[in-house]
């Protein structure tokens, strides 16, 4: 047996993961018997998005309280897969759960902060994404979330640009980042740089109705501005 979970953990490890499943599936030992097993298992499931089967794996291995690595790992990785599925509220749990362990880090803040602003917990959600950016500034996810929060909900606009525009600068061509950056000029006050931004975006996306809605949204914006001035 012992054997056969190398090769399954070597298969997972490679990135093969329809053979990894295939040959930890096989196993003698079940995963609910075996945390090892289930927590490999349950690594295989998620990169696969077999997203349920994950969940049941990876709470296996909690219940188990023997290697406090796994713990903290499975406890991320349900955290990614709730918010992935819409389940904020489970999402914001678990990330709660390693928060209160004593987990300091910048994408567990970050991503806290993504499933608050999903429950409308705006102000929680700026306050996560603060703290990511203290562990670590250039964290370009974080900046990105911070600027589109700031633009969205009118915190600070000029602010809202500047994060985002940094957030480009880290990885450029990124079309989410695209995205946040053309809506933070919008709502700036500076329509001809945000469909700039947008139409680049929706080019990189290849047609994301997030970004397409959001362009659709200021190029109705600019037509109605024109037919007021043309009524004054």
Same mark, same amino acid.
């Given at each position: ?66 290697? &406090? ?8 990785? =349900? @955290?990614?897969? !709730?918010? $992935?599925? #819409? %389940?904020?509220?489970? +999402? ?78 880290? &990885? ?8 946040? =950056? @053309?809506?933070? !000029?919008? $709502?700036? #006050? %500076?329509?001809?740089? +945000? ?38």
């Amino acid at each position: 047996m012992k054997a056969s979970l190398e090769r399954g953990i070597r298969f997972y490890n490679q990135k093969r993961y329809e053979q990894a499943k295939k040959e930890l599936l096989a196993l003698e030992e079940k995963p609910e018997d075996n945390p090892e097993i289930a927590y490999y298992l349950g690594l295989v499931y998620s990169q696969t998005e077999a997203y349920d089967e994950a969940i049941i794996c990876l709470e296996q291995v909690l219940l188990s309280h023997q290697n &406090l690595f796994q713990i903290f790992q499975c406890r991320m990785i =349900l @955290g990614f897969i !709730y918010s $992935k599925t #819409g %389940r904020f509220r489970l +999402a914001e749990m678990e990330f709660k759960h390693l928060i209160d362990l004593g987990v300091e880090s910048p994408q567990v803040y970050a991503s806290m902060g993504y499933a608050l602003y999903a429950q409308k917990k705006t102000g929680e959600c700026i306050k996560y994404l603060k703290k990511a950016l203290d562990l670590k500034p250039d964290y370009a996810g974080a900046l990105n979330n911070l600027g589109y929060v700031y633009a969205e909900e009118n915190v600070d606009h000029d602010q809202a640009v500047e994060l985002c525009k940094k957030a480009n600068k880290l &990885l450029p061509g990124n079309p989410v980042y695209l995205d946040s =950056l @053309g809506w933070a !000029y919008f $709502k700036a #006050g %500076r329509p001809v740089d +945000a469909k700039a931004y947008l139409r680049k975006a929706l080019e990189l996306s290849k047609g994301n109705r997030e970004i397409a809605e959001h362009l659709r949204r200021i190029i109705s914006g600019a037509k109605t501005a024109k037919k007021i001035n043309k009524k004054n």
